[in-house]
């Protein structure tokens, strides 16, 4: 049977995140929906690279599924964006191995949080940023987000509930980017705790804003406890940009 | 009496444009009622640098207002975004001399038009961006924007019922810029004719997509009738980006 991988885009806003769950609306649920109408068949079962919390945005969410017949991949794209309305749409849809598989052939994921630092609170870029209006050190604010990068135990930054078998990650990069009124934290790994990028930020703010009670981030890593760590940022702020495999 | 500058980012989808018209919600209607709980006292009147149309979005739109007494400018500015409630905020507030006026000062104005180029529609950028999913020809359309250049007689692309005295103007720069799936339109000018700039994208489109009867912008220039070039690009692409003064 055809295996089918889909990249989509998606406004966390609309949804509940992605996982399927009573009573709410969740891009998971949403796209079977669509599909199993595009496509005129159940989709038993429908993979996404990873979970997205409620309200966190995608650029390009990977999810595959498999099929009984090979679907006009052209045809499927546009008709499953146009009854997504604009909540959500496929940028890409290809015909893939068998052996691929959304979630675990994951190799790297690029997320992105942006803060809008300013007095004026968002207003064009509203339900995309956080707004901070506090002084913030940014250069030290860079520094301590550079310390990321390599293997470390993050249960400092893990949300709880978070159902991993190992608080130990792999970050490839991780920088703050100042643009203007904007503070751009990107952030490549191997794999993501729950609500990771999330308490990252939220520590890198308590640091920029000088209320942190531990001297660096080094510090924050070596306590293993989340109590020590700053807030979870909120989740409109963060978007899930790419996923490579 | 003092004289009070404002600069103010604007949501135009929450907006029937700029100016005050009767029945519907518009800009500066809006900030006028506004200003008048937070001054305690009525604005006489409130200049902008120019009228945004109906949909129009602004960065940094630039207001000014005179009245009876020095306002605390910080609480002003924070009163002002509260009470617009997201749709739109005040960026900076100053007292200016005597002399200033937002609308007759102004040396040059910034408008930027966002082209999202790709086959799935907007999601994350839904109302800010033109969604053109056609093969452009963008070398071309880069060509033709940068012919703009100078001062010329732009009754090819001035709207109807423009009320402008004459139709030559000066820009200064007219840039199509190329960034993954979006082109950016730059364009800066001592001043602009209704619709103009969304003429000049409608118009640049069309002679991405090949379909323009005329052989170049030098032509539809030339030929001065507004039938000639393209169609009006729709208004939510279009943000006033800064005004100088």
């Known amino acids: 049977v055809p295996n089918i991988r ?27 929906k669509v599909l199993k109408i595009a496509l005129r068949e159940d989709i038993p079962w429908l993979a996404a690279s990873g979970r997205t919390d409620s309200g966190v945005h995608a650029k390009g969410q990977v999810v595959n599924f498999h099929c009984q017949n090979i679907p006009d991949l052209h045809r499927l794209k546009h008709s499953v964006s146009s009854m997504m309305k604009g ?42 940023v956080w707004h901070v209006a506090d002084r913030l050190d940014i250069g030290r604010m860079q520094r301590e987000a550079r310390v990321l990068v390599g293997t470390h135990d993050f249960t400092s930054l893990q949300g709880t509930g978070c159902q991993a078998v190992s608080p130990i990650k792999e970050i490839f990069r991780s920088e703050v980017l100042h643009q203007e009124d904007y503070l751009i934290y990107e952030v490549v790994g ?16 308590a640091f920029g804003r000088g209320d942190m009670r531990l001297p660096s981030m080094e510090a924050v890593l ?12 909120p989740a409109h702020g963060l978007c899930l940009d790419w996923v490579e495999y």
Request: charged share 25%; aromatic share 8%.
């Open 222 to 233: 070596a306590a293993q406890n989340r109590r020590i760590a700053g807030m979870t940022a």
């Open 87 to 128: 909540e959500l749409a496929v940028r890409a849809a290809e015909i893939v191995d068998d052996s691929f598989h959304s979630c675990k052939s994951t190799k790297s994921k690029q997320y992105t949080y942006t803060i809008l630092h300013r007095h004026a609170p968002a207003v064009l870029d509203k339900g995309r």
């Open 6 to 32: 889909l990249i989509v885009e998606y406004d966390g806003s609309c949804f509940h995140g992605w996982q399927k769950q009573p009573n709410v609306r969740t891009v998971q649920e949403e796209l079977e």
């Open 190 to 205: 191997a794999g993501f705790l729950k609500h990771m990028v999330r308490n990252i930020v939220g520590t890198l703010i």
